[in-house]
């Protein structure tokens, strides 16, 4: 895929508006716009990754950032005492939609496992 043809790169660039809750040079942070729980936020490197199975140890302190962004968010939004989870969907089977890396944080309502 083109980078200029990605959603959240046109989000990470400001192209396209979302609920941003947080923003570093590496990492956005915005509100989920179809939310699965009270809480639902994307956390997304601004460089364009396409999913897990193409990240590399390079990325690895941004993968960590990322992880520790959600457990930073998860306290400001007030999940963090009840619990949440954090989901990064890869490919087909695991129901990425959208070909951009991404963190979900969801939280807010008792989760189940498995998930569907
Ligand atoms: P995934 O299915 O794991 O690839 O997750 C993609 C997520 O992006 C879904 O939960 C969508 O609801 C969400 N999404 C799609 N378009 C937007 C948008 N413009 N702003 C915020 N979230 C979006």
């Given at each position: 895929m083109n980078v200029t043809d990605c959603l959240f790169c046109s989000i990470a660039s400001g192209k396209i508006p979302a609920d941003v809750v947080h923003e570093s040079e590496t990492l956005i942070a915005f509100r989920d716009?179809?939310?699965?729980?009270?809480l639902h936020l994307l956390i997304v490197p601004?460089?364009?990754?396409?999913?897990l199975d193409t990240?590399?140890?390079?990325h690895q302190s941004l993968l960590g950032d990322m992880v520790l962004v959600a457990a930073d968010l998860a306290r400001t939004e007030s999940v963090a005492g009840h619990g949440y989870r954090t989901v990064i969907n890869t490919g087909v089977d695991g129901g990425q939609s959208v070909d951009h890396l991404h963190l979900h944080l969801i939280g807010g309502r008792q989760m189940e496992w498995p998930p569907g």
């Open positions: 716009i179809n939310p699965q729980a009270p601004k460089q364009h990754i396409t999913s990240a590399k140890a390079p």
